[in-house]
C-alpha cells in the first residue's frame, strides 16, 4: 500500500523557537494533505488542508500565521509551527489521500515537546 | 460539515468475546467510511472501509455494517484477542475527500 513518511518523530525545542515537520508520499503522488493534532486518547483534530500549488484551508481556531504550511510539491508537505509555547506540546500527524482521492493514509506522527 | 458521534468511548471485553463500536454521521450525501486502529503513539491503520452502496463487510473477524437510512455504521470484532487493545477511529468521507473523525473508542481486551 501506500506509504507515507513524516519526520522527525520526535522533537524537543525550547519556547520561541520555529520547528518544521515534514510529510512526504513515497510512491505516490499526493495532490491533497491534511495535518491533524492529536491530544493523549483524543480524537485526530484537523488542523489544516494542503493543496499542492495553492494555499491551505485552515479549520477554524487555527492560527495560519502560526501554523504554516507549504505544500510545494507533489510528494512534500511541511508544517512549521513558528514561536512554539509550551501549548503547541502535542502530537502532530499528516496523512494523504492516495491516488483515486478516496482512502488516506497516515505519516507515523511527530511528538513535539515545547519547553 | 459533517458530525460524527462514536460510542462508547471506551470499552473493555473478555479475550474471546466480542465487541462493537458504533457511528452515527449526518450528512446523507457522505459516501465513504473507514475504520482506524490507532495504537499509542503510532499512526491510525485502516482495518476496514465500506462505501455507500454496501451494507456490510466482513474481513475475518472485523466486519463493518452501514444503515444509510439511519445514518449510522458499526465496527464489529469477533474473538477478540488482546492485540486488538487500541484505540479505533470511525471517519466519515464526504463527497469533497474531506474526511471527519469520530471521538475514538479505546478497546481494552482483558486476557
Known amino acids: 500500500g501506500a506509504v507515507v513518511s513524516q519526520h522527525p518523530s520526535r522533537v524537543i525545542c525550547k519556547s520561541g523557537t520555529s520547528v518544521k515537520i515534514e510529510c512526504r508520499s513515497l510512491?505516490?503522488?499526493?495532490?491533497?494533505m491534511f495535518w491533524y493534532r492529536q491530544f493523549p486518547k483524543k480524537s485526530l483534530m484537523l488542523m489544516a488542508t494542503?493543496?499542492?500549488?495553492?494555499?491551505?484551508?485552515?479549520e477554524q481556531g487555527v492560527e495560519k500565521d502560526k501554523f504554516l504550511i507549504n505544500h510545494a510539491s507533489l510528494t512534500l508537505s511541511t508544517l512549521t509551527v513558528t514561536s512554539a509555547h509550551p501549548e503547541d506540546s502535542s502530537f502532530y500527524i499528516c496523512?494523504?489521500?492516495?491516488?483515486?482521492?478516496?482512502?488516506?493514509?497516515f505519516g507515523s506522527g511527530t511528538q513535539l515537546s515545547v519547553l | 460539515g459533517e458530525n460524527v458521534e462514536q460510542h462508547p468511548s471506551t470499552l473493555s471485553v473478555q479475550e474471546g468475546d466480542s465487541a462493537v463500536i458504533k457511528c452515527t454521521y449526518s450528512?446523507?450525501?457522505?459516501?465513504?467510511f473507514p475504520w482506524y486502529k490507532q495504537e499509542l503513539g503510532k499512526r491510525p491503520q485502516l482495518i476496514i472501509d465500506?462505501?455507500?452502496?454496501?451494507g456490510e463487510k466482513k474481513d475475518q473477524r472485523i466486519a463493518v455494517t452501514l444503515n444509510k437510512t439511519a445514518k449510522h455504521f458499526s465496527l464489529h470484532i469477533t474473538e477478540t484477542q488482546p492485540e486488538d487493545s487500541a484505540v479505533y477511529f470511525c471517519?466519515?468521507?464526504?463527497?469533497?475527500?474531506?474526511?471527519?473523525f469520530g471521538t475514538g473508542t479505546s478497546l481494552t481486551v482483558i486476557p
Open positions: 496523512s494523504a489521500l492516495g491516488t483515486g482521492g478516496e482512502k488516506l493514509f
Open positions: 510512491d505516490f503522488q499526493a495532490t491533497t
Open positions: 450528512d446523507s450525501a457522505s459516501n465513504y
Open positions: 471517519a466519515v468521507g464526504d463527497t469533497g475527500n474531506q474526511f471527519y
Open positions: 465500506i462505501r455507500s452502496n454496501v
Open positions: 494542503s493543496n499542492e500549488g495553492s494555499k491551505a484551508t485552515y
